[in-house]
């Protein structure tokens, strides 16, 4: 059977339902809408904090709050567990449910559930975004199963069909940047083949469809159901893609931030692999916002929520790419409709479900991903927190004793503080890319820990210093990683080895696995004590 929705059928893991759905439950719902609540929006821009968005979002919040059980769908119950997180509430009933439910699945990983991205998508951002210490278990699991379920041709989709499925690929994407963030390794492999596919099934008019027919031969070409939906998600992926690549860096950066010792990342310098994918990206969106300028397709009639909530993860991966805020025309769109469409209870439907789509709009209101890109700009790339320790507004929030402050120079003072703590190994996983602040060096103190802690027993002590080192700037650490490629153990060698090319700008093999074979690693080794010695003669 085939679905012309941007979502999967109904009673899937996924998130969504029929479009008939939308059409019956809209005539039945009618006279439930909150009109009477609804107030004439102000012609300024709005954000988070206007008056009007607070209460819709608390509204929403309440409703799915009273839930006895929110919905049997993984994906549903994963979104719902995010809005408690970013609510101040990592200990909802809700949050532990989702867990719990990512669990169970996870115990049949071999499941045929053909929509089954969508849920291990959100699944792995919530476990991300609510504790990934906690949940390191599960989150590799996911991120494991995401990459074998990638197709041959590079994109996801469902699982008893051939083609790639634009909506279904998004998510796949946002997880595994998402676990990047955090440290997880995914290979230049999966983001290669993915880049790959989205620029494969771009129509010729710039567009996205649905369902991603190949072409046979190396030029693009006319595809079918081509959606506003699919565009904006193809082109939020394709920003991650290249903020994998190097092609973006979502924080802000002057040149002092980079040490004068290691090459600029300017196109001279970009193997050519790594220079193909840049231009890939960079034609790809551009193609695709002509498409997007030229379009008069508001929100999805069937999918509303789902689609607002793309546009807010694709208008906040431009900005921080582009360093740019750009229009916030969207988002002032977006508001007023849900503003309008509201019901009583709080909820909002369509497609999606109650559940998943009040999900869906309370994290288009408060700009979860804004949010997160934040954490991002203050922690450093390698390092996505999500949100957590950022109370939302009307939220009230007491930061965990592990949570670090937002501007780098208190992150590190407050961990020099945790030197002595056995904590401390644990705390590293905030760590790993913090930047000083712009204007300082690196502290002295911290790099000495770093380098003991790299020279310690544990191998995930010594791959969390190793990675926290090879993010610093400071070739002081160098040595270190050279000697810890020589280590049995693959968590170590191949942290050491990343770190190394993270700081020598090597982006087409960052994330490689590192061969375990002695005589491999020892060549390994004498490559990178030459590279050195080129930028360091004299150094230790």
């Known amino acids: 059977m085939h679905f012309t929705s941007d979502c999967p059928p109904p009673n899937h893991v996924g998130i969504c339902r029929r479009a008939g759905f939308v059409r019956i439950a809209a005539i039945a719902c009618a006279c439930v809408l909150r009109w009477a609540d609804v107030q004439p929006v102000a012609a300024q821009s709005l954000t988070p904090e206007s008056p009007e968005v607070r209460k819709a979002v608390a509204a929403a919040v309440a409703y ?37 439910a990512i669990r169970f699945a996870l115990k049949d990983p071999e499941t045929t559930e053909p929509s089954i991205i969508y849920s291990l998508g959100l699944s792995l951002v919530f476990l991300l975004e609510l504790d990934p210490q906690a949940h390191t278990s599960e989150i590799g699991a996911i991120v494991r199963l995401l990459q074998k379920r990638q197709k041959a041709h590079g994109g996801w989709g469902y699982l008893n069909m051939p083609t790639g499925d634009t909506s279904m690929t998004q998510y796949g994407v946002y997880g595994l940047w998402t676990a ?56 939020a992926s394709l920003y991650l893609a290249g903020n994998h690549f190097l092609v973006y860096d979502f924080r802000e950066k002057k040149k002092s931030d980079v040490s004068p010792l290691l090459k600029p990342v300017d196109e001279s310098n970009v193997p050519t692999a790594a220079r193909e994918d840049a231009q890939s990206v960079q034609a790809a969106l551009s ?10 397709e508001s929100f999805s009639a069937e999918f509303p929520h789902y689609h607002l909530y793309t546009i807010e993860r694709f208008q906040s991966f431009r900005a921080a790419a582009l360093h740019s805020p750009g229009s916030t025309k969207w988002y002032d769109d977006g508001v007023r409709f849900l503003l309008q469409n509201q019901r009583i209870d709080g909820s909002w439907q369509g497609g999606e479900g109650e559940v998943a789509g009040t999900a869906f709009s309370v994290l288009f209101l408060i700009r979860s991903t804004r949010v997160a890109l934040a954490k991002v700009e203050a922690l450093g790339p390698g390092t996505l ?67 003991e802690l790299a020279k310690g027993d544990s191998p995930e002590s010594k791959a969390a210093a190793l990675r926290a080192l090879g993010r610093s700037h400071d070739l002081t650490g160098v040595p270190i990683l050279i000697e810890a490629i020589h280590d049995e153990n693959p968590t170590v060698h191949q942290a050491a080895v990343d770190g190394l090319r993270f700081l020598a700008r090597e982006t087409e093999n960052y994330g490689k696995p590192l061969s375990t074979d002695a005589a491999t690693r020892g060549a390994e080794a004498k490559r990178w004590t030459e590279w050195y010695r080129k930028i360091r003669p004299v150094g230790p």
């Not at 993984?74 to 719990?100: D, S, T």
């Not at 880049?195 to 070409?221: C, F, H, M, S």
């Open 180 to 235: 990047e963030q955090h440290g997880f390794t995914v290979p230049d492999d999966v983001w290669r083949r993915a880049l790959k596919w989205l620029t494969e099934v771009q129509d010729v008019g710039g567009a996205w469809p649905y369902q991603g027919e190949v072409p046979t031969k190396p030029e693009r070409i006319a595809q079918r159901e081509i959606r506003r939906s699919m565009t904006e998600a193809a082109m």
């Open 287 to 296: 193609l695709g916002a002509q498409s997007l300028s030229g379009t008069d």
């Open 385 to 451: 927190y999500g949100g957590r320790g950022i109370p939302l507004a009307g939220a009230s929030r007491t930061p965990s004793a592990a949570s670090v402050a937002a501007r780098p120079e208190d992150q590190i003072q407050a961990l020099l503080k945790q030197l002595d703590d056995p904590n401390f190994v644990q705390s590293l996983s905030g760590l790993e890319n913090l930047q000083p602040a712009k204007d300082k060096p690196a502290p002295n103190e911290l790099t000495k820990r770093l380098l």
């Open 64 to 100: 799915l709050d009273k839930l006895p059980v929110p919905d049997d769908r993984l994906g549903a119950q994963a979104l719902v567990g995010r809005v408690m997180v970013y609510q101040g509430k990592p200990e909802h009933p809700h949050v532990k449910r989702a867990v719990e």
